[in-house]
């Protein structure tokens, strides 16, 4: 199976659940982390900043958002 997305990232985005446009990850990004890819019409995280909060991934209703927590963080 590829996979067609980082995954070294704090936030990653199934990009198969990602409804087209739909904001709501991004809306609550404190950060302003997430963003909104044109061309595709999906959620990506274009900085690799992220305070792991987590409102992101709670937000998403398809669960398309997950947060890569960091052991350390666990």
Do not use: F
Request: charged share 20%.
């Amino acid at each position: 199976m590829l996979v067609n997305q980082r995954v070294d990232v704090p936030v990653t985005i199934d990009k198969s659940l990602c409804i087209d446009e739909c904001t709501l990850c991004v809306d609550m990004c404190p950060l302003d982390s997430l963003a909104i890819d044109p061309e595709t019409s999906k959620a990506y995280m274009h900085v690799d900043e992220c305070w792991y909060c987590g409102p992101c991934a709670a937000r998403c209703p398809t669960g398309a958002v997950t947060v890569n927590m960091p052991v350390l963080i666990r």
